[in-house]
């Protein structure tokens, strides 16, 4: 817990609203709202109710959905529509989209002409495609006008804008044609028309493209902010980098779930129920528990095996639990090679003899490691059994690398998701395969 609530909690009843004002003025929203959920609602309230109208606008859309129902339900008509008069229409929306439907309609009837209208506007579009991430506050200009005119139309206009750094040039017909810097039109003498500094070749997403396909095209092209347009290169809104922040911690959250196996999207950890939690993450325990219990049907299969050499059972973590690590490791750099683009499924084969390379050269490494602990320490086996336990784990090595680097690739290709792969999904097919190659490779050294 932060020392602000502390203080807070201490100065609070000496304090004239205008120096409680005044002192939280100073804290950061960051601040505010990492530490939220450590105060009770009646000091959430008078934290709320005493902060600027810019910080309850960044606060209230950074705040758990819960929270933002509670907090804007607490407040009066008039504080609603204080609140919503200059919020950003894509963050309205995203309250819209979650609260109840008696908060709902209380924020409706808060909300401006205008603001009706855009978010009617952006409620068209699916939330994670990039119409929804955008903005319909944008300034445009067209291509006749000079520059000393343009400078005028941004001075008059720039209040209505979230971000502003491209200036959009539109035809007649609204439709995208150029893109222009601030800096641009600053540094160009008045008289020149727009259409002489404007940027021609510039990069656009369509509005059904999706929020992680925008965050990689802002990435690659080191954009600021990239436009929005129709099928007919209509000009709809404007997505700028810190909603594409937002998005990228939103996909890596949702990998890192998908990853360790937990379903549904990323949210945060304090905002789950307990039952939301256990529904999260018990479908994909029991498919796992299912499949896993393939293993005992391995075991089975080699009882005669381990019956005639007991010691293979006391290894058997060993080569599991290094089978699935290799297999995490090769899979992990390939799904983030092909997040990245730098791994494409047509160089398959020249990254399958890669990966074939060093899982032999890691797969004899840790055979000879395992070769010698073997023996050396206890439970000390034999030069035989050790060769047997240790060529067991080379091929383990090489098949987990392979099915690591391949089952991303083939599950990529084929339009799913490659980070369910990667997580226990992947170490309980390995583990499967790895027992029967440690079972038939010792079976061979050992004559069984």
């Known amino acids: 817990m932060s020392s602000w609530i502390e203080h807070f909690r ?10 409680l004002k005044e002192y939280l003025e100073g804290i950061p929203v960051t601040e505010l709202s990492d530490n939220w959920r450590f105060l009770t609602d009646d000091e959430a309230d008078i934290i709320f109710k005493n902060l ?23 407040l009066s008509a008039q504080n609603k529509k204080e609140l919503f008069k200059e919020m950003e229409p894509d963050d309205l929306v995203d309250i819209v989209q979650t609260v109840s439907h008696e908060v709902r309609n209380a924020v409706w009837e808060s909300l401006s002409e205008r603001a009706k209208k855009e978010t009617l506007f952006l409620l068209r579009f699916e939330e994670d495609d990039a119409a929804g991430l955008m903005t319909p506050r944008y300034l445009a200009i067209r291509a006749s006008i000079n520059v000393k005119q343009a400078i005028q139309f941004i001075r008059k206009s720039c209040e209505e804008v979230e971000f502003l750094y491209n200036i959009y040039v539109l035809d007649n017909l609204q439709r995208l044609i150029g893109i222009v810097s601030i800096k641009d039109i600053l540094a160009a003498a008045d008289e020149v028309k727009i259409s002489e500094i404007m940027d021609k070749k510039f990069t656009a997403v369509r509005e059904t493209t999706d929020q992680e396909e925008v965050a990689k095209i802002l990435e690659a092209n080191d954009l600021i902010s990239v436009p929005v347009v129709d099928q007919n290169n209509l000009l709809l809104g404007d ?24 379903a549904g999207a ?29 293993t005992t049907n391995v075991l089975k299969h ?6 005639g050499a007991a010691f293979l059972f006391i290894f058997m973590p060993v080569i599991t639990e290094t089978g699935g690590n290799t297999g995490s490791q090769a899979s992990t750099l390939i799904i983030r090679g092909l997040a990245t683009g730098d791994i494409y499924f047509k160089e398959i084969w020249s990254i399958m003899f890669k990966e074939l390379l060093i899982g032999l050269i890691m797969g004899v490494l840790t055979g000879c490691v395992l070769i010698a602990r073997s023996m050396l320490l206890p439970p000390g086996i034999c030069l035989n059994e050790a ?3 240790g060529a067991s784990l080379v091929f383990v090595v090489v098949l987990s690398n392979l099915i690591g680097t391949l089952a991303p690739m083939i599950i990529h290709k084929l339009g799913f998701d ?13 583990d499967v395969a790895g027992l029967s190659i440690y079972f038939e490779t010792a079976s061979f050294f050992l004559g069984i």
């Open 10 to 19: 201490e100065f609070y009843p000496m304090m004239k609203a205008g120096e």
């Open 302 to 307: 080699y009882e005669h095996i381990i019956m």
């Open 418 to 430: 490659p980070a369910v792969m990667s997580g226990p999904l992947m170490a309980t097919v390995i």
């Open 239 to 262: 997505i700028t980098f810190d909603d594409v922040i937002d998005v990228i911690r939103e996909e890596q959250t949702e990998d890192m779930y998908k990853m360790g196996a937990i």
């Open 266 to 294: 990323a949210d945060n950890y304090t905002d789950i129920s307990i039952w939301g939690m256990v529904k999260k993450r018990v479908p994909w325990l029991i498919m796992l528990l299912l499949v896993g219990t393939i």
């Open 387 to 389: 060769i047997a336990v």
């Open 52 to 74: 600027s109208p810019e910080k309850k606008r960044d606060l209230i859309v950074e705040l758990p959905d819960s929270e933002q129902e509670r907090i804007i339900h607490s």
